[in-house]
């Protein structure tokens, strides 16, 4: 009996024999997905992935010493208990199911909170993003950043607040 799968066309339910990924119906999708799965794997090449470790996870000191950190025992058992007492919902929008924890300072900006669960929020992918977003214009982190002599906000809520006014500027500009 040959192997099959599902259709990849969203809501087809038609079963294709491999290694095709749509059925006779959806079959003018199967070149573009093709295409979009050799771009996919040209990108993410194992040339890649050695550059962007070097780049950003290793470029120095600080930050491989950040890396190492979130692979640790120590970092798994922290990042367990925030979930659980946030029971996976968001702090910032009230998703449920989200599952990143993030540092509300940045470890960037101070070291010394690095395992403190105080300065540990549940947040989901998108207010994740924003934050990090928000992070680089107000303390100056990321990659070519220069950190910023600012106030330390470690209330989740008034963070909540300036993410929306961030997203609304950005929502104008678009």
């Keep these: 009996m040959p192997r099959v799968r599902r259709c990849r066309y969203p809501g087809c339910h038609a079963m294709v024999k491999l290694p095709d990924h749509y059925c006779r119906e959806h079959y003018e999708h199967e070149a573009e997905y093709l295409a979009k799965r050799q771009r996919w794997a040209r990108s993410h090449s194992k040339s890649y992935q050695r550059k962007y470790n070097t780049q950003?996870?290793?470029?120095?000191?600080?930050?491989?010493?950040?890396?190492?950190?979130?692979?640790?025992?120590?970092?798994?058992?922290?990042?367990?208990?925030?979930?659980?007492?946030?029971?996976?919902?968001c702090q910032y929008c009230g998703r449920p199911n989200s599952k990143t924890v993030d540092h509300i300072v940045p470890i960037e900006y101070d070291q010394s909170l690095i395992s403190d669960d105080n300065n540990l929020a549940t947040t989901c992918r998108?207010?994740?993003?924003?934050?990090?977003?928000?992070?680089?214009?107000?303390?100056?982190?990321?990659?070519?950043?220069?950190?910023?002599?600012?106030?330390?906000?470690?209330?989740?809520?008034?963070?909540?607040?300036?993410l929306l006014d961030s997203r609304e500027r950005r929502s104008q500009r678009f």
């Design 126 to 162: 998108a207010c994740h993003r924003v934050k990090t977003d928000w992070e680089q214009d107000y303390y100056g982190t990321g990659q070519h950043g220069k950190l910023k002599a600012v106030e330390e906000i470690r209330d989740v809520d008034k963070i909540k607040y300036m």
């Design 56 to 89: 950003a996870r290793r470029r120095d000191d600080t930050k491989s010493a950040q890396y190492h950190f979130y692979r640790t025992k120590h970092w798994q058992s922290l990042r367990h208990e925030v979930l659980d007492r946030d029971h996976y919902i």
